[in-house]
């Protein structure tokens, strides 16, 4: 784990891929599928490994940041318990500026993946959402102005 900060460490490198003929989950070292016996050519199950290591990473990115849009409710209600309000308008005012940030950064790295992977599609939509959640609060703070 001490070689964890390093981007390009082997450790880092993935490991597992999407069978390309049964879809299972398999080791790129294996040269064959262990589930369907498909034999595996090692370069292709590298790019594989990439791409998956890729939607998996912009599934987690998106959860994460469901999990911080999801703060905003929580702030609002802040807003209103005495001598708290400081405390949600500062995490109110962070979250305005954060989350479309965020949401262009994903975009800019994940969008581009093609893919029919249910799990990137609902990471998809949970971004979307977000973004239209984003929309209401800063709408609603403006007309709370
Ligand atoms: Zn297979």
Redesign the pocket.
């Known amino acids: 784990m001490g070689n964890s900060l390093s981007i390009t460490s082997d450790v880092d490198k993935p490991k597992i891929f999407e069978?390309p003929?049964?879809k299972?989950t398999?080791d790129t070292a294996s040269t064959q599928?262990r589930?369907?016996s498909?034999s595996i050519d090692p370069a292709i199950a590298e790019v594989a490994a990439v791409r998956m290591a890729r939607i998996n990473r912009a599934c987690s990115d998106a959860s994460y940041l469901k999990i911080a849009a999801l703060c905003a409710p929580a702030f609002l209600v802040i807003l209103f318990v005495p001598f708290m309000t400081f405390m949600g308008e500062l995490g109110l005012i962070f979250l305005e500026f954060a989350i479309p940030i965020w949401i262009i950064l994903w975009c800019f790295r994940f969008l581009n993946i093609q893919t029919d992977d249910p799990d990137f599609r609902r990471a998809k939509k949970t971004v979307l959402i977000v973004t239209i959640a984003w929309v209401f609060l800063v709408g609603f703070r403006f007309i709370g102005r």
Do not use: N
């Open positions: 069978c003929s049964c299972q398999i599928c589930f369907c498909a």
